[in-house]
Structures are given as C-alpha cells and as structure tokens.
C-alpha cells in the first residue's frame, strides 16, 4: 500500500491497542500499517508502548489458566492464548491461588 494511501492513526487509537495487550507488530496487521510506521508514531507522539501494555495476567485471567491447566491445557497452548510466554503460565499454575 502507498503511503500516501495508508490509514491515518490518532493517537488515541494507539493507545486503544496498546492497553489491549498488542504488540507493535500485532497492532499494525490490525491497523493495517506497517510496525516502523506505529513506532514513528509513538516517537511523534511521546507514546511509550511497553508502558502503556499490560504485562503477566490479570486476576481472572490467572483462575482460567490454572482451570485450563487442571483440564490438560499445555503451558505453551495457554502461553499463546493468553498472549504471554509460557515461563509466565508456569508461574501462574505454580502459584498458590
């Protein structure tokens, strides 16, 4: 796609996928943008991505896990549901609740 064809992003909508828990690179296929294009955004704006994206799992988040877990989930299936690395999955399932 030329650049003068791609989508405009506001600022808002970056931080709308950033709080989502997206990656750059997941957001800009959502986007429909390119990932140096999101960046240069970010620059633009003083947006700092891996402030504003949650890390680890929320609380209810932590109970599905463990349940999928218990019913013969892998740590690397739940890992790529959850959107976070398997080492945090065992993390969670280890943990008493």
Same mark, same amino acid.
């Given at each position: 796609?030329? +650049?003068? %064809?791609?989508? #405009?992003? #506001?600022?808002? %909508?970056?931080?709308?996928?950033?709080?989502?828990?997206?990656?750059?690179?997941?957001?800009?296929?959502?986007? *429909?943008?390119? %990932?140096?294009?999101?960046?240069?955004?970010? +620059? %633009?704006?003083?947006?700092?991505?891996?402030?504003?994206?949650?890390? *680890?799992?929320?609380?209810?988040?932590?109970?599905?896990?463990?349940?999928?877990?218990?019913? *013969?989930?892998?740590?690397?299936?739940?890992?790529?549901?959850? *959107?976070?690395?398997?080492?945090?999955?065992?993390? #969670?399932? +280890?943990?008493?609740?």
């Amino acid at each position: 796609m030329p +650049s003068d %064809q791609s989508p #405009t992003l #506001t600022r808002d %909508q970056l931080i709308a996928v950033a709080t989502n828990g997206l990656t750059q690179a997941d957001a800009a296929r959502k986007l *429909g943008v390119s %990932q140096s294009k999101i960046s240069r955004i970010c +620059s %633009q704006e003083g947006i700092v991505w891996k402030e504003l994206r949650p890390r *680890g799992l929320t609380a209810p988040q932590k109970k599905i896990a463990r349940r999928k877990h218990q019913l *013969g989930a892998t740590l690397r299936e739940l890992a790529d549901e959850f *959107g976070v690395s398997h080492q945090t999955i065992q993390k #969670t399932v +280890s943990a008493v609740p």
